[in-house]
């Protein structure tokens, strides 16, 4: 019996939970050392555990108030007899432990559940395990629409192998990675979001699950865009500021040295300005440089690049120009424009104008901060002499510019005031030296500075598209003139008259020359076109297109100034000409360049070939006509008979040479 007692005494000792043994009171008449050490309070024998205690056996949990904190622990009393007299042996299990992991796990699941960030967690095969709320919200997925599925269905696609893979090197060698992500919604939209993926160990260090944080970063990035934008725009009109300008510049730079090609800085100033600010205030001061803003954007190219600098300062960047001649046209065209008047919102209408400070790339600075020292230095010289004007950097280029735009105003103004003038140069038959026809050529009798000749304004007239009302115009004039001579009882003539490249290939022409033969009854087989190679080169289906279109209303055409263009013989057999005009450079040449006079007999004998008649230009000596005669050239026109003159002259001419003949 004593035996059996102390093998009992030695199992109480080594059992983990505690036994108490207390009487009807709860004072403690018997403890093993694990009640001891689970409720801390020394030796327990004859102290009250004050723990409440039922007379059927019964369990429950109780909170332990001990030195160390507080503690649960399971309790189970049980009415017993002990030393004859009735009591409760309590057996009690700290589940201390266990209880606080699992708060810990609720506490964890409420943050899980709550946090605002995405979370998503994989088995070590990439299986998503687990996700919140969050990651719905963000991605678009629920949850059971992504559990088993790999973390690749929320690719974007805007990112290459290689980043996944860097990305899978971070968290095998540091068990962790961090970096921006595109991703892609379920509704399709792709987002950038913010992420943090750490690779999670089980207790025995085997890795068991890959857990990602995210962030939705779309509102951020469009801030951070938003703030990139401002740091190179103008915030007021949105228009580039003078850094991006300068970015730009330098890149238009490059591509024009790459090409060849030119690029001209136009620095804007607002004529008084400041008297808008003063009189009528900021906010129209403001409405007003965003009035300006617009009219630069609707007036340039889509190449070009409008800024502001601040105040009153606007640029504009103009690549791939041909020269300064352009952007001169450029320059003029913006001062025009933002000097029209402007009704403001409050109904106030304001006008103001505008000086411009022309530099030109390679021609003046080199950098770009050179380039925008010119322009600026440009606007001073512009204000200076008067404003409402522009200027270039270099004195020669705004002097050559200003006489072009000049001679564009006044030729405008000369073509409605009738100053044009028709001059006739004789056509002359080599063999029987009568003259058959005449070469209708422009004239411009100005008021102020007498004859000017088409070789100063032609090359303006093409380049603004002038020329094709002095060629209708010269057109209509031959003909009637024409049709005049015919009344008048003068021998027959074929009146020669030059289209334009611009004219040939810009408008109806077929339809112009149509109108004008039937307005003015002249016979179409005396009326002769004369086009450049250029021209006929230039578009040559269309060319031939309107050239047989020509042909078919019964004129003749001319090729004008053969051999300074590129084409062959051969490849004019392609169009239906008439005449082959030899240009006078050959001419020129006799009688004593080899070459040269060679040339032209090689260029009469393909024309005969090809059944064209050929005229010689610029003949001005006896003996060039004489070698003509001898090559068998059919016609020849020059000083030699008569420079171009007026149709009175020129009538006159025609009836003295007649009776000579
Ligand atoms: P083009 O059609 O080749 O005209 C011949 C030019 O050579 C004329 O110059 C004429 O005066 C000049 N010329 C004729 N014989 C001689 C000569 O023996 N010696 C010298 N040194 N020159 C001679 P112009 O009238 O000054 O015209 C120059 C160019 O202007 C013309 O060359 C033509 O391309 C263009 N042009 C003239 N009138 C018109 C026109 O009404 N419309 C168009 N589109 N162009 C025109
Ligand atoms: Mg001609
Ligand atoms: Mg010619």
Redesign the pocket.
């Known amino acids: 019996m004593k035996e059996n007692l102390q093998n009992l005494e030695l199992i109480l000792a080594t059992i983990s939970d505690g036994i108490v043994v207390v009487n009807q009171l709860g004072v403690v008449q018997y403890a093993n050392d694990s009640a001891t050490r689970i409720f801390e309070r020394g030796k327990l024998l004859g102290k009250d555990l004050a723990v409440p205690l039922y007379p059927s056996d019964t369990s429950q949990e109780i909170n332990l108030i001990r030195r160390s904190g507080i503690g649960w622990a399971e309790m189970r009393s049980t009415p017993v007899t002990w030393n004859q007299q009735p009591g409760y042996v309590i057996g009690v299990r700290d589940i201390t432990a266990r209880k606080t992991a699992d708060l810990q796990l609720h506490l964890a699941d409420t943050v899980f559940d709550s946090t605002r960030e995405g979370l998503m967690v994989t088995d070590t095969k990439l299986s998503i395990v687990r996700t919140n709320p969050a990651f719905s919200q963000i991605t678009g997925y629920s949850a059971s629409e992504v559990l088993g599925k790999t973390p690749a269905m929320l690719h974007s696609g805007r990112h290459d192998n290689n980043f996944y893979q860097g990305m899978w090197v971070s968290i095998y060698t540091h068990g962790h990675w961090q970096g921006e992500i595109w991703n892609r919604r379920k509704n399709g939209e792709i987002y950038p979001q913010l992420s943090s993926i750490d690779m999670v160990k089980d207790a025995t260090g085997q890795v068991c699950n890959y857990v990602a944080v995210f962030t939705d970063i779309s509102k951020l990035k469009n801030t951070e865009l938003e703030l990139d934008f401002l740091a190179h725009h103008d915030p007021l009109t949105r228009l580039p500021n003078r850094l991006l300008l300068l970015s730009r510049l330098q890149h238009g730079m490059d591509m024009a040295r790459a090409e060849g090609s030119h690029l001209a800085l136009l620095m804007i100033d607002l004529d008084r300005f400041k008297d808008i600010n003063d009189s009528f205030g900021h906010v129209l001061g403001d409405e007003m440089l965003q009035r300006v803003a617009e009219r630069l954007l609707a007036r340039v190219r889509q190449v070009d690049t409008v800024g502001r600098f601040g105040g009153d300062e606007f640029s504009v960047l103009m690549e791939d120009v041909t020269g300064a001649e352009q952007a001169s046209r450029a320059a003029n065209d913006l001062i025009h424009a933002l000097s029209e008047p402007y009704i403001l919102s409050s109904g106030i209408e304001v006008r103001i104008g505008a000086s411009v400070g022309i530099s030109v790339y390679p021609e003046n600075g080199l950098t770009p901060e050179l380039i925008l020292q010119q322009a600026d230095s440009a606007v001073y010289q512009a204000k200076s002499e008067g404003r409402g004007r522009f200027a270039f950097f270099s004195e020669s280029l705004t002097q050559a510019a200003r006489a072009r735009l000049d001679i564009e105003v006044r030729l405008r103004h000369a073509i409605t005031e009738g100053e044009l003038r028709v001059y006739y140069q004789p056509q002359v038959d080599i063999a029987s030296g009568r003259i058959v026809g005449a070469e209708a050529l422009v004239r411009w009798q100005s008021p102020t500075e007498g004859l000017i000749s088409p070789a100063r304004f032609i090359p303006i007239a093409e380049a603004t598209g002038l020329i094709g009302d002095i060629d209708d115009w010269v057109l209509r004039e031959t003909c009637l003139q024409g049709q005049r001579w015919r009344a008048a009882g003068l021998p027959p003539l074929t009146l020669a008259v030059n289209l334009s490249a611009y004219q040939f290939l810009q408008g109806d022409i077929g339809q112009t020359v149509a109108d004008v033969l039937s307005a003015t009854a002249y016979p179409a087989p005396n009326l002769e076109l004369e086009l450049t190679e250029s021209a006929l080169m230039q578009h040559e289906t269309e060319a031939n297109e309107t050239l047989h279109r020509l042909k078919a209303l019964g004129v003749r055409l001319a090729i004008?100034?053969f051999g300074t263009g590129y084409s062959s013989l051969a490849y004019l057999k392609l169009f239906p000409l008439d005449v082959l005009?030899i240009?006078?450079r050959f001419v020129d040449d006799i009688p004593l360049d080899r070459n040269g006079m060679e040339i032209v007999t090689a260029i009469i004998a393909m024309g005969h070939a090809l059944r064209l008649n050929v005229l010689a230009?610029g003949v001005e000596q006896p003996e060039q006509l004489n070698y003509l005669r001898t090559q068998g050239c059919d016609q020849f026109q020059g000083y030699l008979t008569s420079q171009p003159i007026p149709a009175a002259a020129f009538e006159a001419l025609l009836r003295q040479t007649t009776d000579q003949v």
């Open positions: 004008d100034d005009k240009d006078k230009e």
